[in-house]
């Protein structure tokens, strides 16, 4: 590979980083939203929640992410009332679509991680705050959830990484980030391993 192609395929890879890196950033925090959302609803005492929030994220977990952002952003496009409707404004457009699909998917392994978090506080550390004369709701704020929070910031930190690692099946629906653009350039360029 030459100087001038090499300078070619940096600038197109250093502009598609960004939109990697933006889907990684609009993904997590609403993935962190579904999860807070399915994590309180499973814990609720209403049982049509908690089983509506257990399906939310046995169903999500399930299906591979590439089979949602499938059915998402080609699946709906099939019906011709949601066409017709104000939501096809964002089910257009491939970003959106990947966007909604990563956070979905995102938010029910999120939510399992949250779980897992919880589950670790020690009974007794509650009880004892309890006994101290502290709100249930302080409680939750001042020792469950530092607790929690600990417990699953590892496994969490796993999850952003997958969340990463994902942005790269946006390019099958035609959103131009890293991976997407590299397989451009290496057609383009026929130097695989340059470009990788």
Same mark, same amino acid.
């Given at each position: 590979?030459?100087?001038?192609?090499?300078?070619?395929?940096?600038?197109?890879?250093?502009?598609?980083?960004?939109?990697?890196?933006?889907?990684?950033?609009?993904?997590?925090?609403?993935?962190?939203?579904?999860? /807070?959302?399915?994590?309180? #609803?499973?814990?609720?005492?209403?049982?049509?929640?908690?089983?509506?929030?257990?399906?939310?994220?046995?169903?999500?977990?399930?299906?591979?992410?590439?089979?949602?952002?499938?059915?998402?952003?080609?699946?709906?496009?099939?019906?011709?009332?949601?066409?017709?409707?104000?939501?096809?404004?964002?089910?257009?457009?491939?970003?959106?679509?990947?966007?909604?699909?990563?956070?979905?998917?995102?938010?029910?392994?999120?939510?399992?991680?949250?779980?897992?978090?919880? #589950?670790?506080?020690?009974?007794?550390?509650?009880?004892? #705050?309890?006994?101290? /004369?502290?709100?249930?709701?302080?409680?939750?704020?001042?020792?469950?959830?530092?607790?929690?929070?600990?417990?699953?910031?590892?496994?969490?930190?796993?999850?952003?990484?997958?969340?990463?690692?994902?942005?790269?099946?946006?390019?099958?629906?035609?959103?131009?980030?890293?991976?997407?653009?590299?397989?451009?350039?290496?057609?383009?360029?026929?130097?695989?391993?340059?470009?990788?």
């Amino acid at each position: 590979m030459d100087i001038e192609t090499a300078l070619h395929v940096a600038r197109e890879l250093g502009g598609a980083i960004w939109v990697t890196l933006a889907l990684a950033a609009v993904t997590l925090p609403l993935g962190l939203i579904f999860a /807070g959302l399915a994590t309180w #609803a499973r814990r609720s005492r209403y049982r049509a929640l908690r089983g509506v929030a257990s399906a939310y994220v046995l169903a999500f977990r399930s299906i591979p992410l590439l089979v949602q952002i499938f059915v998402l952003y080609y699946g709906l496009s099939q019906f011709a009332w949601l066409r017709a409707s104000p939501v096809w404004i964002v089910l257009k457009d491939p970003f959106a679509c990947a966007v909604i699909a990563m956070s979905v998917c995102a938010g029910a392994y999120t939510a399992e991680v949250m779980r897992g978090g919880l #589950a670790a506080v020690p009974h007794g550390a509650i009880e004892a #705050a309890l006994a101290l /004369g502290l709100s249930r709701f302080k409680t939750f704020l001042r020792v469950t959830m530092p607790i929690a929070i600990r417990r699953a910031l590892p496994a969490y930190s796993n999850e952003i990484v997958v969340t990463l690692k994902s942005t790269s099946l946006a390019c099958t629906i035609t959103v131009m980030e890293l991976t997407g653009v590299a397989k451009d350039l290496m057609s383009q360029t026929f130097a695989v391993i340059e470009v990788f």
